[in-house]
């Protein structure tokens, strides 16, 4: 596979952490998060392989072009905005999160449109660059960050204080029947994958589909995600951890670097994943971009030469997350995070019949 | 009237047409010099600039061999085998040509032009902007020729393509591209030509002056060609496949396509042991790294978060800033220009001076800035620590660029504190993975070898 292809998806599994996966699969700690875990990398696994086979049969034409040539105008267009609202969706939920977790733990003093502005203006600007760009700057950004990465990782699981009874009480629970929510929230680890809709542009040649790559991407997530879920149980308790809410900031926060120069593992944390966040961001946001484009026909949007879509959709996306920010409530943010999961399903579905009824239309 | 027509001549009068007419344009030059040679009937005409000719050349390739043949016939015929001699085009080229060191003979009616012109500038300089402890000494001279000449002996492959062009503008400077056609990037090689077509300055001087005309964007604050005097980094590149781009009279040349990483190789790199030069690279980066972000990151910590850092440490750097009447973003703006107006001062000072600027700069203002409690102790560490890492990057105009981006990232910490200094540094990296040199992407890992990771994983 691609490197760039592994990109897309680990940087999308390691920001759910920023998200509310960790907080929906805790909740239903004692209702089958377990088997529900297991059962999301698995749908997650399918997901992806059948969005790459699909893909490979059109090496360097994405989702745009080929709903232009295979299917009719009103199919493509309301296919285009759907799809467009959920990548919006995507990056905003990661955003007005991010937001709400600096002011609470970095910057409690700061105004909360500050705190807005300071991260609007370097992801709206990921719109006005090119596509390619965006994954060229997701390889520098990675190789610079993941040595931190992986010592956050390692030192969340090896420290003084994370307790494996915990664990293995949490581990207890797997005779419960799955629980939907926690499934969903599961297999929204493997969305980085949807991203092939706008970059497959530049997947020249056929994605090599081994046992491997799907190995890799499944022990990945599997790590992951356990991760994600173990380490706050691991460290906070199995009985009140459901009571935070945002158990990973926490429970980083519990862990003491007794000879580093930053002292608390939180700040590593939030500064690390910050910018793993605005990867995240950048990305869906210029998904949709591109999407809204294609379906709004705004390439022709013109003024002297240059294209004004992209500042067009700065400013709309912008103003938008703006409200979202002002007006939302952690709590209403949770639970309307809860929705948009639980509707994955429904996209995953859409997904799959687009894929059909181009690769039915193409053979003809 | 310009045309081969108008040149065929009247030897009637006493000074052929075309001698007269060249000679009423160049009357503002003084050192024009329109002078027969004769012996017995025989007779030809000269004519020169003096200042640009070479006078031993004269004496023994023209004039002594006129008076040993003692014919026109025969001295026409020796002077059409000579090597140097240039085809006439017309008469406003050879307008230029006459001043740049060309002779112009008349002789049985006809014109023979002959290059016998003097260069001072071909001395081999030592390298002053890229020093290195191994490797050669030498850089280039400002002569065109020699350059060439310095290149073909260290890069002796017969694939190595030199086209000669002259500019068109005021300094009608000669111009070559240098590549090895079996390993440059045709496509960069076009756009270089095309870009190089475009070019309607009225006076381009040097190559760096070249280079940011060639650029073609407005706001660049990164250079997108890099600019060397050495030649063993510029037979590297043209190895590698770049296209390099001389200006006579400069003792730089400029190499397009050029990334990000280019300017980040000393050629020391390549003489060390692989664990030494790793680990200076490592230095270099990390040096990069910290003049970039310790200005923004001292801002951030004081100002916003000092309980990002370990106890004791908040409890010096607090204790360190009593009595500094003011905020943390004044002081490190306060010392960052200080520290680059002591930096552009001793660039721009005669050398005898500059000394004598880096004493008190450094030394007697840096102790009396802290004892008048105008910035804390370690804010003059900060301070110096970015000074010193901005030197380790050892391409100049790369050091010029992180220079102003640090101020970038400092404004961001000051309005946004520490999130912004991560939010400002993925920024930067934005920025950079956006941009392109000569249709190349600038900041890019090259994991597999070039020409595979172009043609291959991604379309261009």
Redesign the interface.
């Known amino acids: 596979m691609n490197r760039f292809l592994y990109y897309l998806i680990f940087i999308n599994m390691i920001a759910n952490i920023i998200a509310s996966v960790p907080r929906i699969l805790i909740l239903e700690k004692s209702n089958g998060a377990i088997i529900a875990m297991v059962l999301g990398t698995i749908a997650g696994l399918l997901i992806t392989y059948i969005t790459i086979k699909f893909y490979n049969a059109f090496p360097g034409k994405n989702l745009m072009e080929l709903l232009k040539i295979y299917t009719p105008k009103w199919f493509s267009i309301s296919v285009l905005i759907y799809f467009a609202a959920n990548w919006y969706i995507a990056g905003s939920i990661t955003l007005v999160t991010f937001t709400f977790v600096l002011i609470r733990f970095l910057t409690p003093e700061m105004p909360i449109i500050t705190i807005a502005i300071s991260l609007l203006i370097v992801v709206s600007s990921s719109l006005l660059i090119k596509t390619k760009s965006i994954l060229y700057m997701i390889e520098i950004t990675i190789v610079i960050f993941s040595p931190l990465i992986i010592f956050f990782l390692m030192k969340s699981v090896f420290n003084d204080v994370f307790e494996i009874d915990f664990v293995k009480i949490a581990l207890m629970h797997i005779n419960e029947l799955p629980n939907y929510s926690a499934f969903t929230a599961s297999t929204y680890l493997y969305i980085g994958i949807v991203n092939m809709a706008v970059f497959n542009t530049f997947f020249m040649k056929r994605i090599k589909l081994g046992i491997l790559p799907l190995l890799i991407l499944g022990a990945g997530g599997l790590f992951v995600i356990s991760l994600t879920y173990f380490v706050p149980i691991g460290i906070g308790g199995f009985d009140k951890i459901d009571d935070l809410i945002y158990p990973w900031i926490s429970t980083s926060d519990s862990i003491r670097m007794k000879f580093g120069i930053i002292e608390r593992l939180t700040f590593f944390f939030l500064l690390v994943f910050l910018a793993i966040a605005i990867l995240s961001i950048s990305i869906h946001w210029h998904g949709a971009c591109r999407l809204l484009q294609s379906a709004l026909g705004l390439e022709k949007f013109k003024w002297k030469g240059h294209d004004l879509s992209p500042i067009f959709c700065a400013i709309l996306f912008s103003f938008v997350s703006f409200l979202l920010i002002l007006y939302l409530s952690e709590g209403q943010l949770f639970s309307y995070t809860t929705y948009f999961f639980n509707l994955l399903p429904v996209f995953f579905g859409i997904s799959m019949v687009v894929f059909l009824v181009i690769k039915r239309r193409a053979a003809k | 009237m310009k045309g081969m027509s108008s040149l065929n001549p009247q030897s009637d009068n006493q000074i052929p047409h075309l001698f007269a007419r060249l000679l009423n344009k160049l009357q503002v030059a003084g050192d024009t010099i329109h002078t027969p040679i004769e012996i017995d009937e025989e007779n030809a005409q000269l004519l020169f600039i003096k200042s640009v000719i070479d006078g031993n050349q004269l004496q023994n390739t023209i004039i002594k061999p006129f008076f040993e043949l003692a014919s026109e016939k025969r001295f026409l015929q020796y002077l059409d085998s000579l090597p140097n001699k240039i085809e006439i085009v017309d008469e406003e080229t050879l307008l230029v040509e006459l001043t740049r060191g060309m002779l112009l003979i008349n002789v049985q009616q006809r014109y023979v032009l002959i290059d016998i012109k003097k260069v001072n500038t071909d001395s081999v300089q030592i390298t002053s902007l890229e020093p290195t402890i191994y490797g050669p000494q030498g850089g280039l001279s400002e002569s065109l020729e020699t350059n060439i000449n310095l290149l073909r002996q260290r890069y002796a492959e017969p694939s190595l393509a030199v086209e000669i062009t002259t500019l068109t503008d005021r300094s009608k400077s000669v111009l070559a591209i240098l590549y090895d056609k079996e390993v440059v990037d045709t496509e960069v090689l076009d756009t270089v030509r095309k870009r190089l077509g475009q070019l309607n300055n009225p006076l381009i001087q040097s190559t760096a002056d070249l280079e940011l005309y060639l650029n073609q964007e407005k706001f660049a604050l990164f250079p997108s060609t890099l600019l060397t005097e050495r030649p063993d980094r510029i037979v590297y590149n043209l190895a590698g496949g770049k296209v390099i781009i001389m200006l006579d009279g400069s003792p730089q040349v400029t190499m397009a396509p050029a990334v990000f990483f280019d300017f980040m190789v000393s050629m020391d790199d390549h003489y060390h042991n692989f664990w030494t030069s790793i680990s200076t690279t490592f230095l270099r980066y990390a040096g990069l790294f910290t003049c970039t972000v310790l200005p923004a990151l001292y801002v951030a910590i004081i100002s ?2 000092p ?5 004791e ?1 908040a409890l010096t750097v607090a204790g360190s800033r009593i009595g500094v009447p003011y905020p943390s973003y004044i002081e490190v703006i306060f010392m960052l220009v200080f520290i680059e107006l002591l930096t552009e001062a001793s660039i721009r000072l005669p050398k005898a001076v500059s000394a004598t600027a880096t004493t008190v700069g450094g030394l007697i203002l840096g102790t009396a800035v802290v004892e008048a409690a105008l910035a804390s102790n370690i804010m003059i560490i900060v301070v110096s620590l970015v000074a010193i890492s901005t030197f380790v990057i050892p391409i100049n105009e790369m050091s010029f660029s992180v220079r102003a981006t640090r101020f970038f990232l400092l404004l ?1 910490a000051t ?6 200094v ?6 930067i ?2 920025y ?3 941009k392109e040199s000569f249709g190349k ?1 600038y ?3 090259y ?1 597999k070898n070039r020409s595979e990771e172009i043609k ?4 261009k």
């Open positions: 916003y978060n309980d990002v850092i370990r106890t440490l961001y309005l946004f504190g520490l999130a912004g991560i939010i400002g540094f993925v920024g990296i934005m950079l993975a956006n992407p900041l890019k890992f994991w291959g994983g991604l379309k």
